[in-house]
């Protein structure tokens, strides 16, 4: 039901009424609630669309601009400032436990890298004369697995986990990162909105409330006129 077309309906029958019964009240009620109802209907329809002569009409299209920045700045301002991504980095930051990455790590190629240093060093005429590469083989596993155990010490320790938590969770930079990564989504988004697609978008969400305005206006003009007619 559109309730603007129907508060005017209804203020234009009393003026009818009042006009045909020839009753100065019931014509003057009429008269100031059609006044009343009219007038804010034109102002809400001079809000979405331009009227010719009528200066300001238009305003949601004409501030097309305006309005893209005002939401950009809602938006970026409210909800994703740098100290508010930082708030939410603090909270969601997880207790990251490397062990079970360090225990599937093959740590092979590191033993075979060692071995390489130790030939290639002053010791690698020695271990040649002790059979070479082959003699230190039956140390891989052992190398190994003491490897993995030293790194998981490591990962544990308390001055591991702060510089862990510095570089992956620094405000410096996940906070500014992340917000000029969100600023440059909303500035995509925004770019690809229309002057119309605004105006339907706020129109959509604010048509039901302003048609109360026509009611508002056609209730109180014929209050209005009910007490010009008896003064």
Do not use: C
Request: proline share 3%; net charge negative; no cysteine.
């Amino acid at each position: 039901m559109n309730k603007s077309l129907v508060t005017n309906l209804v203020a234009a029958i009393l003026v009818l009424l009042g006009f045909l019964l020839d009753n100065e009240i019931v014509l003057s009620v009429g008269l100031f609630a059609l006044s009343g109802a009219v007038t804010n209907w034109v102002a809400i329809h001079m809000l979405f669309e331009k009227v010719p002569f009528l200066y300001g009409s238009g305003v949601i299209t004409v501030k097309f601009e305006s309005f893209k920045v005002a939401i950009k700045n809602l938006v970026m301002t409210e909800f994703f400032t740098e100290q508010k991504i930082d708030q939410v980095m603090a909270m969601a930051k997880p207790n990251i436990d490397l062990e079970p990455v360090i225990a599937h790590v093959n740590l092979s190629p590191a033993y075979d890298s060692l071995i390489e240093v130790i030939e290639a060093s002053q010791f690698g005429s020695m271990l040649g004369m002790f059979g070479g590469r082959e003699a230190l083989e039956p140390m891989r596993e052992p190398f190994i697995v003491k490897m993995k155990e030293a790194v998981i010490d490591i990962s544990h320790s308390d001055e591991f986990k702060a510089i862990l938590d510095e570089k992956l969770f620094a405000s410096s930079h996940i906070g500014s990162s992340l917000h000029t990564t969100v600023e440059a989504l909303v500035d995509d988004r925004l770019n690809e909105l229309t002057p119309t697609m605004v105006k339907n978008i706020i129109q959509t969400m604010i048509k039901e409330h302003l048609g109360w305005l026509v009611i508002w206006g056609g209730v109180f003009g014929g209050l209005f006129g009910l007490l010009a007619a008896l003064i």
